[in-house]
């Protein structure tokens, strides 16, 4: 195994890894500071803030011998007997000359800054820079101009490391950003009438180091410190990008990619980014509500949730032949209790997943992230459960077949799509049914327009609000927990479910997580603890059938 | 440590005197500490007839008021410091896009519950502009919980009541312009960039 050396520990890494000094020191647990480098994107070693001193160490005798000068941490590769020296006097002061020159041209305006606080500037500057400053250094207003729809360039305090210009060169292939001027005058604008607004435009704002690129969504409307960090899945579409949802006093401020190799890398698409608005929208349901009369005016009556529990199941169970639509917006978890709470009511309730909402096509960029026309996070999960408890696995369409044959006598559909989803002919469908259970954020054409006997509406909480496991299009099951409280008086859909199943306690998610991996073998790989990355259900399965097959 | 610690200095109570035992010269040391009193000039005022003497304004730690700048408008650039270095957490801003040409960000709403304030002048020290100052106006009545949550009206109201009396502090300690160090200065940057 290759050995390097950085600052006087000897390391092994892999014989085929390719690393750079940066990525090399990172696992001695050096930390070299850099502003133009990113992984996800090719190096271009422009703001030297990486230097450092390397060597090589002479296999034969041991001997080290040093390069000269200082090398771009990120344009050096490392091989067996590499020597990286972080910490020297030449490299700090090379470190403590770059921030200088960088702050010379600096606005130094942090406090009306979106960035104080995560900006690299600011912590390389505290860390490496000197107390200090040569020049006389006034603060200043930066200059800002709109680069496109949702990003705003404050163009004084960029570094030019050009990582956003990379970005849309490289990622999303659109190459809207560029570098005008040159040397000192150099600045990033928009290519004239080609405005910054690709499907990944809201990345540059993440990979950018200090504050130079805003997100105008976030712009002004929290300052980061107070912000909380709840490793998440954006429920936005079939891809289930790894987040991280950014939220403070149960409101959510900003969703950010969460670095996942197997499925999103560093990205996430601006529609799942700014797909959090209708978690807060005023609209919302709020309350589980019960309607018992075909007027026109007939009123919701609120019931309370402990009396839900009951009052459901009786009247579904009073109405008989049920049939169900499990949404995929619901966590394997939750799809599982609901099967279970439904064959518990009627043990030959029809099954089918609920409403897969589609748009467009797949969209595949440059860097390799894919956008899925299934605007569901869920799918697979929810169709592996209903396999487990009716082989066929009906789609919406059979269910809504199925009410227009007359075979069923109640409903119950699950949705918590993040807005209009129904039609008023799929919701004919449901005309004539003797109760109707429907659980979704909003008020639609279902809950509204449809009238039965019974009607209840109850309310459903969006992807922050939920926890348990997503099954995204690669069949890779994520696990996450709730980042934000639902509002209040709202029980998510597991709670509800967890205790028309009779359980004591509170909703406990892994609990159940455990129960379904121990009972079917489509799930046996959650059994364990889930890494953060998730973990490919097909991966115990590709094992068991390679061993028990026959020779 | 034991008690038989060597380290341990052990010391007895002196044995009363004859004054102290006599109890009569005490007594009168007593008295005369009362009698000093009773001449000497008073510190207590009839208060709210009589206003107490504020020693330094400049220390004292009174109501909060919000600085305009040279055009009248709030000084406060909305950088949210003040309520980050707040202990009582009684600081609640809302930040948006100013209106101004020359200035990025302005505080929509600015309200602090004196109620809940400790009035530590942590904030004061916290502001990178010198927008929040405590006065020294000490009475500080209302009729409601409500009527003391002071919102950004009434705190720059403060200051018009108060520039007179105790002008802006930065200006009075750095002996000139108070803009001199603000962060939106100028509006246009001083380099030579085009």
């Given at each position: ?37 990113h992984?996800?994107?090719s190096v ?5 803030m ?7 160490r002479?296999a ?23 020597v990286?020296?972080?910490?020297s ?28 606080g ?6 390389y ?9 040569r ?36 990622v ?12 000192a ?28 690129l805003?997100d ?8 980061v410190w107070?912000?909380?960090?709840e490793?998440n ?19 959510v ?14 990205w ?8 959090w ?13 019960r ?5 026109p005016d ?20 009073a ?17 599982w ?9 009627d ?6 997943v609920?409403?897969v ?8 960029f ?43 006598r ?9 807005g ?20 979704d ?9 449809t ?24 069949h ?5 927990e ?6 209040a008086?709202?029980w ?27 009972a ?8 364990g ?8 259900l097909r991966?115990?399965?590709l ?9 | ?7 341990i200095v ?9 004054g ?14 009362t ?12 208060f ?11 220390l ?8 305009k ?5 709030v000084?406060?650039?909305a950088?949210f ?9 009684c ?8 209106p ?16 809940r ?42 200051y ?19 803009h ?15």
């Open positions: 195994m290759p050995q390097v050396i950085v600052d006087g520990t000897e390391i092994e890494i892999g014989a085929h890894e390719r690393l750079n000094c940066i990525e090399a020191a990172r696992r001695a647990g050096k930390e070299i500071p850099h502003y133009c480098w992984p996800g994107l271009v070693a422009s703001c030297r990486c230097l450092v001193e390397t060597g090589q002479d034969a005798t041991g001997k080290i011998t040093m390069v000269p000068k200082l090398v771009p941490g990120c344009q050096t590769p490392v091989k067996d007997g590499t990286i020296v972080t910490e006097q030449l490299v700090k002061e090379s470190r403590a000359r770059v921030e200088e020159a960088l702050l010379i041209d600096h606005p130094i305006d942090c406090p009306i800054c979106d960035k104080a995560e900006c690299l500037l600011q912590d500057h505290f860390e490496h820079g000197q107390p200090q400053r020049a006389d250094l006034q603060p200043f207003h930066s200059r800002r101009r709109d680069v496109g729809p949702t990003v705003t360039l404050f163009v004084d305090r960029c570094i030019m490391c050009t990582r956003c210009v990379r970005f849309t060169r490289e999303s292939g659109t190459g809207e950003l560029m570098v005008t001027s040159r040397g005058k150099e600045e990033i604008d928009s290519f004239p009438g080609f405005p910054l607004d690709n499907k990944l435009a809201g990345n540059v704002v993440d990979l950018c180091p200090v504050g130079a805003g105008r969504d976030f712009l002004y409307q929290q300052r107070f912000l909380k960090h490793p899945v954006c429920g936005g579409c079939a891809t289930g990008c790894s987040i991280v949802t950014e939220h403070n006093q149960d409101t401020y900003r969703l950010k990619p969460r670095e996942n190799p197997h499925v999103n890398k560093w996430m698409c601006d529609e799942g980014r700014y797909g608005h209708h978690l807060h929208d005023p609209a919302r349901l709020l309350a589980a509500g309607r018992d009369d075909r007027g007939a009123s919701w009556d609120t019931v309370d949730w402990p009396a839900v529990v009951t009052r459901l199941r009786a009247d579904l169970a109405a008989g032949g049920l049939a169900v639509a499990v949404s995929p917006m619901l966590t394997v978890e939750e799809a209790m609901l099967c279970a709470v439904a064959r518990s009511i043990p030959a309730a029809f099954l089918a609920g409403h909402p589609r748009s467009g096509t797949d969209e595949t440059p860097g390799g992230f894919t956008i899925r026309a299934e605007k569901c996070p869920n799918r697979n999960g929810v169709e592996a459960v209903l396999a487990l408890f009716d082989p066929a696995v009906p789609t919406w369409e059979d269910l809504l077949a199925h009410l227009r044959a007359g075979r069923a109640s409903a119950w559909v699950t949705a918590a799509y993040p209009a989803w129904i039609d008023a002919e799929a919701a004919g469908a449901f005309a004539g049914l003797d109760c109707l259970v429907v659980q954020m909003f008020p639609s054409a279902l809950t509204e327009a009238s039965a006997p019974v009607t209840w509406r109850l309310p459903a909480v969006g992807f922050a609000e939920r926890s348990g496991t997503w099954v995204n299009a690669g890779r099951a994520q696990c996450f709730q980042a934000i409280r639902p509002p008086g709202v998510p859909e597991g709670r509800l479910w967890w205790n028309m199943l009779g359980r004591s306690g509170l909703y406990d998610p892994p609990a159940v997580r455990h129960q379904i991996a121990g079917a073998a489509s799930f046996a790989a959650l059994g603890d889930v890494p953060a990355t998730g973990i490919d991966i115990l399965q094992a068991t059938t390679e061993s028990s097959s026959p020779a | 440590m034991k008690p038989t610690d060597p380290a052990w010391l007895e109570e002196k044995p009363l005197g004859l102290e035992r006599l109890y009569l010269p005490l007594f009168v040391q007593g008295l005369t500490t009698a000093r009193h009773l001449v000497s000039p008073k510190v207590t005022v009839s709210p007839e009589e206003r107490p003497r504020i020693g330094n304004p400049l004292y730690r009174g109501v909060h008021r919000l600085n700048d040279a055009q009248g408008r000084q406060c650039v950088c410091l003040c309520a980050t270095a707040c202990p009582a957490h600081i609640d801003i809302v930040a948006a896009e100013s101004w040409p020359d200035r990025e960000k302005y505080p929509e709403s600015f309200q602090i519950d004196e109620l304030c400790i009035f530590c002048g942590m904030c004061e020290e916290a502001c990178p502009v010198d927008a929040i100052e405590l006065t020294s106006l000490l009475d500080l009545t209302g009729r409601s919980r409500e009527e003391m949550i002071f919102d950004k009206e009434k705190l720059l109201s403060v018009d009541m108060t520039k007179d009396a105790e002008p802006m502090k930065s200006a009075s300690l750095t002996g000139g312009s108070a001199a160090h603000a962060i939106p200065a100028g509006g246009a940057r001083q380099g030579g960039l085009p």
